[in-house]
C-alpha cells in the first residue's frame, strides 16, 4: 500500500498542471474540513459547498489534462504523438482521483462530525422573526410596484 500512494504522491508532485490542480483541491479540502467545526453560519455554510467544488476542481483537471493531450497530438506523426496524449490524460485521471477523493472526505468528515447542533434549535421566535421579515420585504416590494 505505501509503495502504491508514494508512486502516486510522485506523479502528482512530478507534473505542474497536476501539481497546481491537487494543491487547490487540496486547499478547498482543508476549507471544508476546518470550515465545518467553526460556529458561524455563514462559514459553515460555505464549507458545506467544498465538497462540490473539490469535484468541479477535479473534473476541471481532467478536461484540462485532454486539451494538453489533444494539443499536442498530430495525426500526421501518431507514434510521436502517443507520448504526449497519454501525459494529458495522466493529468485528466489524477485531478479526477485527488477530487473525487478528496470529495468523499469533506463529505465523511462533515457526516462524523457535523451533527454537534441539537435537533429543533429552531424556537418559535426564530420562526416568527423570518415571518415578519418576509411580510416587511414582501410590504417594501408592494409599494414599490
Known amino acids: 500500500m505505501s509503495l502504491s500512494f508514494s508512486f502516486f504522491l510522485s506523479q502528482i508532485i512530478g507534473d505542474a498542471s497536476t501539481f497546481v490542480f491537487s494543491v487547490v483541491i ?3 479540502t482543508i476549507w471544508g474540513i476546518l470550515g465545518y467545526l467553526i460556529p458561524y453560519t455563514a462559514i459553515r455554510n460555505t464549507a458545506s459547498l467544498m465538497s462540490g467544488f473539490a469535484v468541479t476542481v477535479g473534473i476541471l483537471g481532467t478536461f484540462w489534462g485532454i486539451a494538453i493531450g489533444l494539443m499536442s497530438f498530430d495525426v500526421e506523426n501518431i507514434d510521436s504523438s502517443v507520448p504526449h496524449l497519454l501525459a494529458g490524460m495522466k493529468i485528466a485521471f489524477l485531478t479526477s482521483i485527488v477530487g473525487m477523493t478528496a470529495s468523499l472526505l469533506i463529505k465523511l468528515f462533515q457526516a462524523m462530525f457535523g451533527t454537534r447542533e441539537k435537533n429543533g434549535t429552531t424556537t418559535p421566535g426564530d420562526i416568527f422573526a423570518a415571518l415578519v421579515s418576509i411580510r416587511r420585504y ?4 408592494w409599494q414599490c410596484a
Not at 414582501?138 to 416590494?141: A, E, R
Open 26 to 28: 487540496l486547499c478547498i
Open 138 to 141: 414582501k410590504v417594501i416590494l
